[in-house]
């Protein structure tokens, strides 16, 4: 089955504590991205990748880092979470030509608290 | 200002009702449009895509008015199961045709 996963699915965590959510995709996607939705504002894009050892700024990239070292996963990393990071986190992914103007397929989230 | 923009609702209509949303967006050199569905703390999935001729899908008809810079989308014969929050989504300048750009969401109710 097509799809994207992402581990954890709710994290609780404190301040200062680093911690990285997974992202993995079975469809051969070159492009990967990472959203967060907040009330209000929408899904606002942290980083992406269109493909291995390429990755880029999104609208919200501080305080995150991403790797992209093989095709398949795309993992986020809070090195030193901040209350202002407790959000709902998206990892999508889609096919590599005109990324834009292809559907892209959503992992199913991570709820993330940190107190 | 937003650069994608929906009246949040809710719409809270009656089984049956036709209901329209409307969503404006900034960036003139956007290439491609597209509603997304988002039930409630689930993953958005790719309703439809958006066409300078508009398109139609069963009950389901998107609209896009490049010169207004507005994107519509109308639904018929409203079942319970079309309760879901609607995303308008465009992409980014030319350059930057990978980049999807949400609107905050338009949440429809659909009762009894």
């Known amino acids: 089955e097509a799809q994207v996963t992402q581990n954890p699915r709710y994290l609780i965590t404190v301040t200062g504590k680093k911690l990285t959510v997974t992202c993995s995709q079975n469809?051969?996607?070159?492009?990967m991205s990472w959203y967060r939705q907040d009330p209000g504002l929408g899904l606002r894009q942290i980083y992406y990748?269109?493909?291995?050892?390429?990755?880029d700024k999104g609208d919200v990239p501080e305080g995150y880092k991403v790797s992209r070292k093989e095709k398949r996963n795309f993992p986020l990393i809070l090195e030193s979470p901040s209350p202002n990071q407790t959000s709902l986190y998206f990892c999508a992914s889609s096919s590599p030509l005109l990324a834009g103007a292809q559907e892209q397929y959503f992992g199913p989230g991570t709820r993330l608290t940190v107190t | 200002r937003k650069e994608v923009e929906q009246d949040p609702g809710p719409f809270n209509v009656p089984e049956g009702a036709t209901v329209a949303f409307n969503c404006t967006y900034s960036?003139?050199?956007?290439?491609?449009f597209f509603w997304y569905r988002q039930d409630c703390r689930k993953e958005p999935k790719l309703l439809m895509s958006?066409?300078?001729s508009g398109n139609e899908d069963g009950r389901f008809t998107a609209q896009l008015n490049r010169a207004s810079q507005y994107i519509s989308l109308l639904i018929r014969d409203s079942k319970l199961s079309d309760s879901a929050t609607y995303l308008c989504?465009?992409?980014?300048?030319?350059?930057?045709?990978?980049?999807?750009?949400f609107g905050s969401g338009t949440r429809l109710l659909v009762r009894p």
């Open positions: 989504v465009v992409t980014g300048a030319p350059d930057s045709s990978y980049k999807l750009i």
């Open positions: 960036n003139s050199a956007s290439q491609s």
């Open positions: 469809m051969n996607h070159e492009y």
């Open positions: 958006v066409y300078s």
């Open positions: 990748s269109m493909n291995v050892e390429v990755t």
